[in-house]
């Protein structure tokens, strides 16, 4: 178990925790609906507004740590590697992503519960019509995605658990969860699923940089292929 912080109280940095899931999920869920309540319907408007919320909500938990916990941020100290290193970590990290999805695509498509969401769709059509967002959607979510789910809260659940198990449990859950708003089994499973591989390797190699990168790159390439 990571040392708490003697100058930190429990119940803040649980907030904290909860804070930052329930931010991004009802960014995800709400800003949609609200933006068409307020009168704005024009769908690309929508995404990009929701991408900027996301970003709000990064920089409320940058703010929050610092001001309120009164602590760093990432609470793991960043390890350095070889680029050598960093080239076969992030190859063999995007084969694994690939491989466990495809798999899990295979099953849910044998249980008929595998197809593209509407709000998918949709995406995908914008990232046609608009090739720049085809960078800047992947970046964004691989930056604000990967910096609050593994390095806010996974690291901070590892301050009231024993063991790693726990705490990469509960991230990839909400990693999960966060994406229920696409509306699909897939969309939620799927997530989990690299939500389970990016944090049991943020635990073993302590490298943001890394999980960053493929998160990218994962994201890139399905919605290069989709967006063509």
Same mark, same amino acid.
């Given at each position: *178990?990571?040392?708490?912080p003697?100058?930190?109280?429990r119940? !803040? &940095?649980?907030?904290?925790i ?5 931010? %991004? ?7 949609a609906?609200? %933006?068409r309540?307020?009168?704005i ?7 990009v507004l929701? +991408?900027?919320?996301?970003? #709000?909500?990064? /920089?409320i938990?940058m ?5 309120v916990e @009164?602590q @760093? ?5 960043e390890?350095? /590697? ?10 063999g990290t995007? %084969? !694994? ?5 495809? &798999?899990?695509? !295979?099953?849910?498509?044998l ?13 995908v059509q914008?990232?046609h019509e608009?090739? !720049?967002?085809?960078?800047?959607v992947?970046?964004i979510?691989?930056v ?5 789910? +593994?390095?806010?809260?996974?690291? +901070? #659940?590892?301050l009231f $658990?024993k063991?790693?198990? *726990? ?9 999960g ?5 696409y ?7 799927v997530?989990? $699923? ?5 944090a049991?390797h /943020?635990?073993?190699? +302590? ?8 998160h $990218? ?5 399905? %919605? ?5």
């Amino acid at each position: *178990m990571e040392q708490l912080p003697t100058n930190v109280k429990r119940q !803040v &940095i649980v907030a904290g925790i909860l804070l930052s899931f329930f931010s %991004l999920f009802t960014v995800a869920l709400l800003v949609a609906p609200l %933006l068409r309540l307020i009168g704005i319907y024009d769908i690309t408007l929508q995404f990009v507004l929701y +991408r900027l919320c996301i970003i #709000l909500c990064l /920089y409320i938990m940058m703010v929050y740590s610092v001001k309120v916990e @009164k602590q @760093k941020f990432l609470l793991w100290k960043e390890n350095t /590697y070889s680029l050598i290193y960093y080239f076969v970590n992030i190859v063999g990290t995007m %084969l !694994v992503l690939y491989a466990g999805s495809a &798999i899990i695509g !295979v099953i849910l498509q044998l249980c008929g519960l595998f197809h593209d969401s509407k709000r998918y769709l949709e995406t995908v059509q914008i990232l046609h019509e608009h090739k !720049v967002l085809i960078v800047i959607v992947p970046l964004i979510a691989g930056v604000v995605e990967e910096l609050i789910f +593994r390095g806010y809260i996974q690291a +901070r #659940l590892q301050l009231f $658990f024993k063991k790693a198990l *726990m705490p990469i449990f509960i991230s990839s859950v909400m990693f999960g969860i966060m994406h229920m708003g696409y509306g699909t089994v897939a969309q939620i499973i799927v997530p989990w $699923f690299i939500g389970v591989v990016t944090a049991v390797h /943020y635990y073993k190699y +302590r490298n943001i940089k890394i999980l960053i990168i493929c998160h $990218f790159l994962y994201d890139f390439i399905a %919605l290069y292929a989709k967006s063509r």
